[in-house]
């Protein structure tokens, strides 16, 4: 199954933490709850429900980030064409992270399920965003690419 997430990657941050009576209640910030809803918003609008049970899956994200309007001519072709890849946030671990915990209860029943992950940041002259792309884990040794869409 696939679906994209269009605008800028967002870079998730850490949770806020606040002690109040002697307990202490942790609140994401307004960013991650925006990007959250948007994930999952993209994900029921595709079209895409159930879970995938309870087999391994493989993982994979594909960061698109927008080139920078200030860079120079030749730097644009080389970052459109893959010459220069994107070093920059959100981090791939984190994003990683991020989604595996969105996405668990709606794609999969558990982040365990994820038995391989792959996350891709490059360029993009238009349209930034992440693709998800979840699949059976080890299907592609089987020579088919199983998926449920």
């Not at 679906?3 to 960013?31: A, E, H, M, N, W």
């Not at 992270?97 to 490059?122: D, P």
């Not at 792309?133 to 199983?146: D, K, P």
């Amino acid at each position: 199954m696939k679906f994209t997430i269009p605008g800028p990657p967002v870079s998730p941050g850490p949770d806020k933490l606040v002690i109040r009576q002697g307990r202490i209640y942790r609140y994401p910030p307004d960013r991650n709850t925006a990007y959250r809803a948007l994930i999952q918003r993209c994900w029921r609008s595709s079209g895409l429900t159930g879970l995938m049970g309870t087999a391994p899956l493989r993982l994979i994200l594909t960061v698109k980030h927008q080139i920078p309007p200030s860079t120079g001519a030749l730097e644009q072709t080389r970052m459109a064409g893959g010459l220069h890849l994107p070093v920059r946030r959100p981090e791939a671990a984190s994003l990683a992270e991020f989604f595996c915990e969105v996405l668990t209860g709606l794609a999969f029943s558990s982040a365990r399920q994820i038995a391989q992950l792959e996350v891709i940041k490059v360029y993009t002259v238009s349209d930034p965003g992440v693709t998800v792309t979840l699949v059976y884990a080890g299907s592609e040794r089987m020579g088919f690419r199983a998926s449920i869409c």
